[in-house]
Structures are given as C-alpha cells and as structure tokens.
C-alpha cells in the first residue's frame, strides 16, 4: 500500500504541511503512525480527500466540459503586438498560455494576479517514478 508523509500529501495537494497537519488533527483526513511515529497518510485516502475538495464548488467557473483546473498565479506576462505569453504558478508547477493580448488585456491579467488555468485534452500522459 503506498503511503505519503505529511510534507508530500502537502505538495500534491497544494497546500502547506501545516494545513494538511489541521486536516489531520481535526478528523478531515486519516493518517497513521510509523514505527518512529511519524504521520503517513494511505494513498487510497488522500486520493479520496483529493477528489472530494476537486468536487467542491469552484466559485467564478460557469458551466464547461473541461475537467482540468488549475489555480495558481500570475508569474509574467510577455506580450507583443498580437500575442502574449502568461506564465502561471501551480504549487510547484509551472503553466504556460499562450493568448492574444487582447484576452490578457480583457481579463486584466497582471503579475501577482490570481488565475486558473482550464485545460482540456484528449491526450494526457501519466508517469510515475521509479521506486
């Protein structure tokens, strides 16, 4: 069974340690003790807390058929005459938009500014790391 400590549950969820040390403390999501005890969290339950916060109301979002939304904010913006680059930070992601100024321009996008990236794709790869 694969198990995360508190600091890797924090980092796929997008939050700090502390946070997930709250939810842990207060019942939201289980955790166990190790042999040294230290707190790890089941896989197959942070998978289940991870799914029902997805689930919740996203506010600002209307009604869309992609499923991908990723919050973060805006890091730089490069624009031309016609296009821009806007970079966003995701946790510890990168995402990268590639748009017309006029759209920057038209949803007021400014370094600092928070923003989520919608992203629909029929083709997704998923890896995992060697063990």
């Known amino acids: 069974m694969t198990t995360f400590r508190i600091g890797e549950a924090a980092e796929l969820l997008g939050v700090s340690a502390d946070t997930v040390r709250r939810w842990i403390d207060s019942g939201r999501l289980a955790a166990t003790r190790d042999e040294q005890g230290q ?3 089941p896989g197959a339950d942070l998978a289940a807390f991870a799914r029902e916060r997805a689930a919740a109301p996203d506010t600002g979002a209307g009604s869309s ?10 890091t730089a913006i490069t624009k031309d005459q016609v296009m821009a680059q806007v970079d966003l930070q995701v946790g510890p992601f990168r995402v990268v938009s590639l748009m017309s100024r006029e759209a920057v321009d ?6 600092g500014s928070l923003g989520t990236a919608v992203v629909k794709s029929t083709n997704v790869v998923v890896e995992r790391p060697d063990h």
Do not use: K, T
Not at 106 to 111: N, P, S
């Open 39 to 41: 707190r790890s969290i």
């Open 65 to 74: 058929s992609a499923r991908n939304r990723l919050r973060g904010i805006v």
């Open 106 to 111: 038209e949803l007021g996008l400014e370094v």
